[in-house]
């Protein structure tokens, strides 16, 4: 649970509303790192849209290397994502 102010998926509308359902498209749910943006929608897309470039975009490294690269580094600053 965040102690940061959220807007519940239920009561997202607009631009929010629309990040909130991708969300829930690719992965079943609204998860907690997506919530804690709701304040500021824009900010919510900018960080989703860095993430697929660095995820799935041109890289010298397989998409195996960088997922496994992100779970290394959770795992070393003990954080659930």
């Known amino acids: 649970m965040s102690n940061i102010q959220e807007i519940p998926p239920d009561e997202a509308t607009g631009l929010l509303r629309r990040l909130f359902d991708q ?9 907690g790192i997506v919530r804690v943006m709701s304040l500021n929608p824009p900010v919510l897309r900018s960080s989703m849209d860095f993430y697929r470039a660095v995820m799935f ?18 795992r070393a600053v003990d954080c659930f994502y």
């Open 57 to 74: 975009g041109s890289s010298p490294l397989s998409r195996w290397r960088r997922e496994m690269l992100a779970v290394v580094t959770a």
């Open 23 to 31: 969300a829930v498209q690719r992965s079943g749910r609204v998860w």
